[in-house]
């Protein structure tokens, strides 16, 4: 069975400043990592995926994620913050089954 | 290009009462599934589908029914509604294979008073 952990259930950063959010999975075969987003009041869309292409993943908005299997992590960052990055962040897993399971989410905040 | 639409966007229910979400999709997918959002867990699933006429249990099962007639429609029943179920109910679709991305509807908000 997958499971996902994000330390920190509140992430505060100041514009310009790094992103960075943690997420550990436990899986008992090679997952397939996501990480989605929420913005207020709408459904979930997807930020970037990990399926063993390469560990280092980009996605959209200037976010990037690197797979470590040596630490189960999949840790989020993106290098300079806008104030339009202020929404809640999801990092999930799947195993080949369809089942997405998410971790319980990550608020950031953005100051300027 | 719709995509995942939900309805209604926001419902109160009186405890006791039943209630049908509706959720369709355009885009053909074989996989759809119910999430329930709480504050502090995320989104855990209760319901999913790998194609009509198939349907299967996820986390948070007991309290609601889904079927699946067609490969568009996944509607998820709430029988007697009750307070702990309310959140907020997303329905999401997605193509084969686990790697894929899931495709979310805007969301049900459900109040039972």
């Known amino acids: 069975a997958q499971s996902v952990t994000q330390l920190g259930s509140h992430v505060s950063v100041s514009e310009g400043a790094l992103v960075l959010l943690r997420c550990n999975y436990s899986?008992?075969?090679?997952?397939?990592l996501f990480w989605y987003v929420q913005y207020p009041n709408q459904g979930l869309q997807l930020l970037l995926k990990?399926?063993?292409?390469?560990?280092l993943v980009k996605g959209i908005n200037g976010f990037e994620a690197e797979f470590k299997k040596s630490e189960t992590s999949f840790h989020l960052t993106k290098p300079s913050a806008h104030m339009s990055d202020a929404a809640e962040y999801f990092c999930?897993?799947?195993?080949?089954?369809?089942?997405?399971?998410f971790g319980a989410g990550t608020t950031v905040t953005v100051r300027a | 290009n719709a995509g995942v639409t939900q309805t209604p966007k926001f419902q109160v229910l009186k405890t006791g009462q039943s209630m049908t979400l509706q959720c369709a999709q355009d885009?053909?997918?074989?996989?759809m599934s119910w999430y329930r959002q709480d504050p502090g867990m995320g989104l855990r699933l209760i319901h999913y589908?790998?194609?009509?006429?198939?349907?299967d249990q996820g986390e948070v099962p007991n309290g609601y029914n889904v079927s699946r007639s067609t490969t568009e429609d996944f509607p998820l029943r709430l029988l007697s509604a009750a307070p702990s179920q309310t959140s907020v109910y997303f329905c999401?679709?997605?193509?084969?294979?686990?790697?894929?991305?899931?495709?979310f509807g805007q969301g049900t908000r459900l109040t039972v008073v």
């Open positions: 999401a679709s997605s193509g084969q294979g686990g790697f894929t991305e899931a495709f």
């Open positions: 899986s008992s075969v090679p997952p397939y």
């Open positions: 990990y399926t063993s292409a390469a560990t």
């Open positions: 999930a897993v799947s195993d080949n089954d369809y089942k997405l399971s």
């Open positions: 885009m053909n997918h074989e996989y």
């Open positions: 589908s790998v194609g009509a006429g198939i349907t």
